[in-house]
């Protein structure tokens, strides 16, 4: 199941990065004392009692603005609202209740959505407390007093937010069907596979970048077998200029990806690989989500010679070097061409994704790769490698068994992981491994 989604709203200058960055664990967000600096929804995965969230910091919400930059960060702010299953409006109680934020807590509630209200700046609840409850005149709820700067009350908050995952969310049924997910920056051509693949014009296709504006599910068979595409709003470039007001759709690619099976990646053949390409797959390689890189307009492409298509393979293989395991397929969605090899591609991939390997297997290749390549050492201590088995799927997943954890180097992980790659491939997945600390007297009870 896909992690919920929460997002903070608010309007702007009441503290929102600063409670993101507090329960992101670091400073992902940018936080100054100047209304409109996080102009970007900002996501992190967070873990709070045995619950996974993804969560989406937004910039401020002036609802009557006509500044073009503030108007830009509401339509983003409200795209945020859209996708969350749960939203946390965050007030200020310096400020006090102003009209500002009875406005946005008008567009929350014609959302639908869960509402769980926060008062910043509560420093000191027994002298504060008489003016918290002013907020409760905007008719969400009753407000959960916190201090973000002083990460105070932050546990009363996220159990309430909590709530509304058993509540709602563990209730959504999710199909056997594979999902995939197809993802890209704007105007590479998303919309026009997904509709060349249904073999008619279900999704809106046009030359103006941004056209698809929702994640978009479509059913479509092929080949006797049963898929569910995902076509989504492309990630736009982040601006230099004011004037171009290109922000990143970031929390629609993640969404999508979140739910997908394998994450088909669409590049522009004529554009090259570019720096939000590389963000788009770096999302899909942190979820462990199959990939597939496609390469569209490859028709389009000028002069081709003997040669070309290595040639820009390798320039996706030098950019995203992290994703050495990635298929890719060169593919028209203007004429078809090579369409249905990425849907074999695809189904290549869920069957990599899938793959068990069994345990005496994996350490038969373990120890050959111990052999042939010594474990590293450090200050006298040497590194065993006692055991290894695969634990999960999607992505194959295995845990290895070594006396002192901290020499676990990740280039020794890499290494093992190549040698488990020579012998299975896994084309198209990534492969987690999760490395655990045992004494060599326990050791030998292992797999015993």
């Not at 108007?71 to 009209?99: H, N, P």
């Not at 942190?286 to 290595?310: C, L, S």
């Not at 090579?338 to 994704?353: G, K, P, S, W």
């Not at 634990?391 to 992981?417: D, G, Q, W």
Request: glycine letters at 6%; proline letters at 4%.
């Amino acid at each position: 199941m896909s992690r919920p989604i929460v997002a903070i709203v608010g309007r702007p200058n009441v503290g929102k990065s600063t409670l993101f960055n507090a329960l992101a664990g670091k400073n992902i967000s940018i936080i100054k004392d100047t209304p409109g600096v996080t102009r970007d929804r900002i996501y992190a995965d967070v873990d709070w009692s045995g619950y996974h969230f993804t969560m989406i910091d937004t910039g401020g919400i002036e609802p009557e603005s006509s500044d073009v930059i503030l108007k830009q960060m509401r339509e983003q702010a409200q795209i945020a609202i859209e996708t969350a299953d749960v939203i946390v409006f965050m007030v200020d109680l310096r400020s006090g209740l102003q009209d500002a934020d009875g406005k946005v807590a008008d567009m929350l509630r014609k959302s639908r959505k869960p509402v769980v209200l926060c008062v910043n700046a509560v420093d000191n609840y027994v002298k504060q407390s008489p003016y918290i409850y002013e907020f409760c005149e905007l008719g969400i709820g009753d407000p959960i007093p916190i201090s973000a700067a002083n990460k105070q009350g932050i546990g009363d908050l996220l159990d309430e937010v909590t709530r509304y995952f058993s509540d709602e969310l563990d209730d959504r049924e999710e199909s056997d069907i594979p999902k995939i997910a197809v993802v890209g920056k704007p105007n590479v051509g998303k919309s026009s596979i997904v509709n060349r693949l249904l073999g008619e014009n279900r999704l809106i296709v046009s030359d103006i970048a941004g056209t698809t504006r929702d994640a978009i599910d479509t059913p479509v068979r092929w080949n006797g077998r049963e898929y569910v595409l995902i076509d989504t709003a492309g990630l736009r470039r982040k601006s230099r200029v004011k004037e171009e007001l290109e922000r990143y759709t970031v929390i629609r690619t993640v969404t999508a990806v979140e739910r997908a099976d394998v994450t088909v990646i669409v590049i522009d053949a004529v554009e090259g690989i570019s720096e939000q390409d590389a963000k788009i797959a770096g999302i899909a390689h942190e979820r462990g989500k199959g990939i597939v890189i496609a390469v569209n307009k490859w028709d389009a492409v000028p002069d081709k010679q003997t040669g070309t298509t290595k040639e820009f393979e390798a320039e996706i293989r030098r950019v995203l070097s992290y994703l050495s395991y990635a298929e890719i397929v060169f593919i028209s969605a203007e004429t078809g061409q090579r369409l249905d090899r990425l849907l074999r591609t695809v189904d290549m991939v869920l069957e990599n994704q899938n793959r068990r390997i069994a345990t005496g297997v994996l350490n038969e290749i373990m120890t050959e790769a111990v052999a042939l390549q010594s474990p590293p050492t450090d200050k006298g201590k040497r590194l065993k490698l006692y055991y290894i088995t695969q634990v999960a799927v999607c992505p194959p997943t295995f845990v290895i068994f070594v006396n002192y954890k901290e020499l676990m180097h990740f280039s020794y992980v890499r290494y093992i992981e190549n040698q488990i790659r020579q012998s299975f491939a896994f084309r198209g997945t990534s492969l987690k491994f999760i490395i655990r600390e045992r004494s060599e007297k326990d050791s030998t009870t292992i797999g015993r």
